[in-house]
């Protein structure tokens, strides 16, 4: 019954900016951290952001820290990824996640990833 359905995604140019969302359904949304993933094309996919239940910490990959921003609005059972000055080697398909496990501290790559969205496609122009 847990749902994810991401959103946002679409075509823009170097430099400019998109903002992911990520509507969550089926769960206590305030009890877990979310995350944000990406998969280029033939690549595996990789870890980009995450925020504990309650927002008091986040987390991000090096590739995007200081660009991408990941925030939650529990009210709204929501998580955004707000990407600024995208890059070329941003294109991917991004996926929301959701973790096993209530109330992880920092969520980041090696947590345990339960539930996952369709994903949405990203692409940076040059």
């Known amino acids: 019954q847990v749902q994810l359905v991401e959103s946002g995604g679409g075509l823009v140019q170097a430099g400019g900016s998109l903002r992911l969302s990520c509507a969550a359904s089926g769960f206590s949304f305030s009890r877990y951290g979310m995350g944000w993933f990406r998969q280029a094309p033939g690549k595996e996919r990789e870890f980009v952001a995450a925020?504990?239940?309650?927002?008091?910490?986040?987390r991000y990959a090096d590739s995007v820290k200081g660009r991408f921003t990941i925030s939650r609005d529990n009210d709204k059972n929501k998580v955004y990824l707000q990407m600024d000055s995208l890059k070329p080697e941003d294109t991917a398909v991004y996926y929301c996640?959701?973790?096993?496990?209530?109330?992880?501290?920092?969520?980041?790559?090696?947590?345990?990833?339960?539930?996952w969205g369709q994903g949405t496609q990203v692409t940076v122009s040059s």
């Open positions: 996640a959701r973790e096993k496990f209530t109330r992880t501290i920092l969520p980041g790559p090696s947590t345990t990833w339960a539930y």
């Open positions: 925020v504990n239940w309650n927002a008091s910490n986040t």
